[in-house]
């Protein structure tokens, strides 16, 4: 069982930066892929990024592209999500996630945390 809470989000103007984290605890955590979907008012949740458990491999959906940089520390049991040139789209509900692969689809991971908002006016 893993257990995870973000923190780090929050109100921001569009061009600005926030720095999302979430803390895991349970067993095995190095062993997961971790990542990270939003889901905006009205709209699905889509995916955003994942990294392997190694670290050796990451994605990113095309939107987030350049500006959001996943990285994790397996001592500290905690995965990040750096966000820059932020943009009124990326206004949602971010939730980190670790599962068994750094799948885009959310059915591939197990575990959710309770999400944290980030708010981007223009």
């Known amino acids: 069982q893993v257990q995870l809470v973000e923190s780090g989000g929050g109100l921001v103007q569009a061009g600005g930066s926030l720095r999302l984290s979430c803390a895991a605890s349970?067993?095995?955590?190095?062993?997961?892929?971790m990542g990270w979907f939003r889901q905006a008012p009205g709209k699905e949740r889509e995916f955003v990024s994942a990294?392997?458990?190694?670290?050796?491999?990451?994605r990113y959906a095309d939107s987030v592209k350049g500006r959001f940089t996943i990285s994790r520390d397996n001592a500290k049991n905690t995965v990040s999500l750096q966000m820059n040139s932020l943009k009124p789209e990326d206004t949602a509900v971010y939730y980190c996630?670790?599962?068994?692969?750094?799948?885009?689809?959310?059915?591939?991971?197990?575990?959710w945390g309770q999400g944290t908002q980030v708010t981007v006016s223009s």
């Open positions: 990294m392997s458990w190694s670290g050796g491999s990451t």
């Open positions: 349970g067993r095995t955590f190095s062993r997961y892929g």
């Open positions: 996630v670790a599962g068994s692969s750094t799948d885009v689809y959310s059915d591939a991971y197990d575990y």
